[in-house]
């Protein structure tokens, strides 16, 4: 069967990647275009690039954008791995069925209702509470926190389970703390999927427009954002650029990430072949 | 298990510090405290459940308690722009105000209907058109040597990870009059004149095609990769064509794969709002962007909360199909 057909298979790969990849390649094409028009190829340039760099609020909103993003994916990483803990290493609790729920929802959820639902729950809390006063960085971390914990929860909880825990019963046998067992033991093995949690918590939060346009206030502009008012009125090359910068440190980071876990792999797979001969 | 083990109490303490415990112990506070917590149950294992649980609880399930409350209750020029549902009549009285006039206006306006209809009508036909697009993809990934199939999985979900929006707008430069694909059949020859496909529906259709593909892809991957072969192999010994082995044994067994891929496009196709805002005419009705407007530009809360609820409502049967494919996929998973 394996050998049969290969070129309605090879034909369904490159038309697949040709279909993913070629939007992405003209894009960064076109942002060395001299032309103002972007889809009229007027010579090399760089020009769009500077541009850009000289854009302050453009530049403005990125950095805003990242540290939303970092202070998220750190708290994501934290609430979700607690979560996927609870989860998959504490049996039944009381309401793990509601909880259950909760981590999974926010994954299907229609964007437009998560962002309407924080934002009232957000004015109705300054109302009652006074806090949080107006809407900005907090809200925006807070709702994106919310969201991403949930794909942190369904990755810490799914490698868990795969796991196998008869060396965290070993050690808790041996008298150990359940907290220096989760620390440890637990947590080194689990790193790889943290790591994935987190560039995963960092990307979506990078990527947001909806939900923080709902939970932003005045003077918060995030970069989604702003990309978002100008790609509205048209194409224009210096998003191009942008985009091309963006495709560039993403692709960076996923292939370290990806070196990083193979190598993680391949150290697992070797300590275990070695344990296995040991064990013989 | 880790949470059943009891720690083996002021083991690692010094001398001096187990002195003052035990001073502490003999305090009645600290020890009504402790018997409080213990009874409870407020050990480390119960933080470990209590934080994202209130965190949920707090930011998830009680915001949308306040929007089913705004749904009913009355618009007004005011800051918060809705009126309160529970209002003191006279001294003791509570009265509840229960306002389904949004709900009204939800049904008599053909603009929603419209909306809602429309909604439908994209998601499925995205859905479909992505399936036909993944499941060759994801056959022919499935099917790769074993060496390729990572390298394969990851360049399927390596544009997934660069923005969503920068995608989207990628193909407004594709799809545009004087666009890319427009030029070039021109200089094929095979058009004289443009062909209008920005402001369309085709457009909406390309633009959730290509940003979901990897949530198609990658749930059918993960199905037909499991496949048993050595049926389609007893096929073939039994004289079956390919393409009859496939209709017959691949496609069916693949049922959970489609159905989930497909949910996971479909239900975020439904609320989609970027994709008809940036690709779409002006004019398209979609559910999501019907929202997004009265929220922002009209200002009118308790109708875009009216307008959530019934959103949600149309995804409550997607999302169970959803859990159903998944969890017959772990069934499957461990025979």
């Given at each position: 069967?394996s050998?049969?057909l290969?070129l309605?298979?090879?034909?369904?790969?490159?038309?697949g990647?040709?279909?993913?990849y070629?939007p992405?390649?003209?894009?960064i094409?076109?942002s060395?275009?001299k032309?103002r028009?972007?889809?009229v190829w007027?010579g090399?340039s760089?020009?769009?690039?500077?541009?850009?760099?000289a854009n302050?609020?453009?530049?403005?909103?990125?950095?805003?954008?990242?540290?939303?993003?970092?202070i998220?994916?750190?708290g994501a990483v934290?609430?979700g791995?607690?979560?996927g803990?609870?989860l998959a290493?504490f049996?039944?609790?009381?309401?793990?069925?509601l909880?259950?729920?909760?981590?999974?929802a926010p994954?299907?959820m229609?964007?437009?209702?998560?962002g309407?639902?924080?934002?009232?729950?957000?004015?109705?809390?300054?109302?009652?509470?006074?806090?949080?006063?107006?809407r900005g960085?907090?809200?925006?971390?807070?709702a994106h926190?919310?969201l991403t914990m949930a794909?942190?929860?369904?990755?810490?909880q799914?490698r868990l389970s795969?796991?196998?825990?008869?060396?965290?019963?070993?050690?808790?046998d041996?008298?150990?703390?359940p907290?220096?067992?989760?620390?440890?033991i637990?947590?080194?093995i689990?790193?790889?999927a943290?790591?994935?949690?987190w560039?995963?918590?960092?990307?979506?939060s990078l990527d947001?427009l909806?939900?923080?346009?709902?939970v932003s206030?005045?003077?918060?502009?995030t970069l989604p954002?702003v990309?978002?008012?100008?790609?509205r009125l048209?194409?224009?090359?210096?998003?191009n650029?942008l985009?091309?910068?963006m495709?560039?440190l993403?692709?960076?980071?996923?292939?370290?990430?990806?070196i990083?876990?193979?190598?993680?792999?391949?150290?697992?797979?070797?300590?275990?072949q070695m344990a296995a001969?040991?064990?013989k | 298990?880790i949470?059943?083990a009891?720690p083996?109490?002021?083991q690692r303490h010094?001398?001096?510090?187990?002195l003052m415990l035990?001073?502490?112990?003999?305090f009645p506070p600290?020890?009504?405290?402790?018997?409080?917590?213990l009874?409870w149950g407020?050990?480390g294992?119960t933080?470990v459940?209590a934080?994202?649980?209130?965190?949920?609880?707090?930011?998830?399930?009680?915001?949308f308690?306040?929007?089913l409350?705004i749904?009913?209750?009355?618009?007004q020029?005011a800051?918060?722009?809705?009126q309160?549902l529970l209002h003191w009549?006279?001294?003791?009285?509570?009265e509840?105000?229960?306002n389904?006039g949004?709900f009204?206006?939800l049904?008599?306006?053909?603009l929603?209907?419209?909306?809602?209809?429309?909604?439908?009508?994209?998601?499925?036909?995205?859905t479909?058109l992505?399936?036909?697009?993944?499941?060759?993809?994801?056959?022919?990934?499935?099917?790769?040597k074993?060496?390729?199939r990572?390298?394969?999985?990851m360049?399927?979900i390596?544009?997934?990870?660069?923005s969503f929006?920068?995608?989207?707008?990628?193909?407004?430069?594709?799809l545009k009059?004087?666009?890319?694909?427009?030029?070039f059949l021109?200089?094929l020859?095979?058009?004289?004149?443009?062909?209008?496909m920005?402001?369309?529906?085709?457009?909406?259709?390309?633009g959730?095609?290509?940003?979901?593909?990897?949530?198609?892809?990658l749930?059918?991957?993960?199905?037909?990769?499991k496949?048993?072969?050595?049926?389609?192999?007893a096929a073939?010994d039994?004289g079956s064509?390919p393409f009859?082995s496939?209709?017959t044994?691949?496609?069916?067994?693949s049922?959970?794969?489609?159905?989930?891929?497909?949910?996971l496009?479909?239900i975020?196709?439904?609320g989609e709002?970027?994709?008809?805002a940036?690709?779409g005419a002006?004019d398209?009705?979609?559910?999501?962007?019907?929202?997004w407007?009265e929220f922002?530009?009209?200002r009118?809360?308790p109708?875009?909360s009216a307008?959530a609820?019934a959103?949600?409502l149309?995804?409550v049967?997607p999302?169970v199909?959803?859990?159903?494919a998944?969890?017959?996929?772990?069934?499957?998973?461990?025979?």
């Amino acid at each position: 069967m394996s050998t049969r057909l290969p070129l309605f298979r090879i034909t369904a790969l490159v038309f697949g990647f040709a279909f993913l990849y070629v939007p992405i390649l003209l894009l960064i094409v076109y942002s060395f275009n001299k032309s103002r028009l972007v889809t009229v190829w007027g010579g090399f340039s760089t020009e769009w690039y500077g541009k850009l760099f000289a854009n302050q609020q453009i530049l403005n909103a990125a950095w805003l954008s990242l540290k939303i993003a970092s202070i998220n994916a750190t708290g994501a990483v934290i609430l979700g791995t607690l979560a996927g803990l609870a989860l998959a290493r504490f049996g039944k609790f009381s309401g793990r069925t509601l909880f259950s729920g909760m981590t999974t929802a926010p994954l299907v959820m229609p964007e437009v209702i998560t962002g309407l639902s924080l934002l009232v729950l957000f004015v109705a809390m300054e109302q009652i509470f006074g806090w949080p006063q107006g809407r900005g960085v907090t809200t925006i971390t807070i709702a994106h926190m919310t969201l991403t914990m949930a794909y942190v929860t369904v990755i810490v909880q799914s490698r868990l389970s795969t796991l196998d825990d008869s060396l965290e019963e070993a050690a808790m046998d041996l008298g150990a703390r359940p907290a220096k067992i989760f620390f440890v033991i637990t947590l080194p093995i689990i790193a790889p999927a943290l790591l994935s949690g987190w560039l995963l918590a960092f990307t979506i939060s990078l990527d947001d427009l909806v939900i923080a346009s709902f939970v932003s206030g005045p003077g918060s502009s995030t970069l989604p954002m702003v990309i978002f008012s100008k790609v509205r009125l048209g194409v224009s090359p210096d998003i191009n650029a942008l985009a091309s910068i963006m495709v560039l440190l993403v692709t960076i980071g996923v292939i370290i990430a990806g070196i990083l876990m193979h190598r993680q792999e391949v150290r697992r797979q070797r300590d275990m072949q070695m344990a296995a001969a040991a064990g013989k | 298990m880790i949470a059943k083990a009891q720690p083996p109490s002021g083991q690692r303490h010094s001398a001096g510090v187990q002195l003052m415990l035990r001073i502490l112990q003999q305090f009645p506070p600290y020890r009504w405290t402790q018997a409080r917590l213990l009874r409870w149950g407020v050990r480390g294992r119960t933080a470990v459940v209590a934080i994202p649980y209130f965190w949920l609880l707090l930011f998830f399930l009680v915001p949308f308690i306040i929007v089913l409350k705004i749904a009913f209750s009355e618009t007004q020029i005011a800051s918060p722009p809705y009126q309160p549902l529970l209002h003191w009549a006279g001294e003791k009285t509570l009265e509840i105000r229960l306002n389904l006039g949004n709900f009204m206006f939800l049904v008599e306006d053909s603009l929603y209907w419209k909306a809602y209809l429309n909604s439908i009508k994209v998601a499925f036909i995205s859905t479909l058109l992505c399936l036909l697009v993944g499941y060759p993809i994801s056959y022919a990934i499935a099917r790769a040597k074993s060496t390729w199939r990572n390298v394969l999985l990851m360049m399927v979900i390596l544009p997934f990870w660069t923005s969503f929006l920068l995608r989207v707008y990628a193909w407004i430069g594709l799809l545009k009059n004087n666009g890319f694909i427009n030029n070039f059949l021109m200089w094929l020859g095979v058009i004289d004149e443009p062909i209008v496909m920005l402001q369309t529906d085709f457009a909406i259709y390309v633009g959730i095609v290509y940003s979901y593909l990897p949530f198609m892809i990658l749930p059918l991957y993960s199905n037909l990769e499991k496949m048993d072969l050595t049926l389609l192999e007893a096929a073939a010994d039994l004289g079956s064509r390919p393409f009859k082995s496939f209709l017959t044994i691949t496609l069916p067994l693949s049922m959970p794969g489609v159905i989930a891929g497909s949910m996971l496009v479909f239900i975020p196709a439904v609320g989609e709002f970027v994709i008809p805002a940036l690709l779409g005419a002006p004019d398209s009705l979609m559910i999501g962007k019907v929202l997004w407007t009265e929220f922002f530009s009209n200002r009118a809360w308790p109708v875009a909360s009216a307008v959530a609820i019934a959103l949600l409502l149309l995804l409550v049967i997607p999302i169970v199909l959803l859990q159903r494919a998944q969890s017959a996929e772990a069934k499957g998973a461990h025979r």
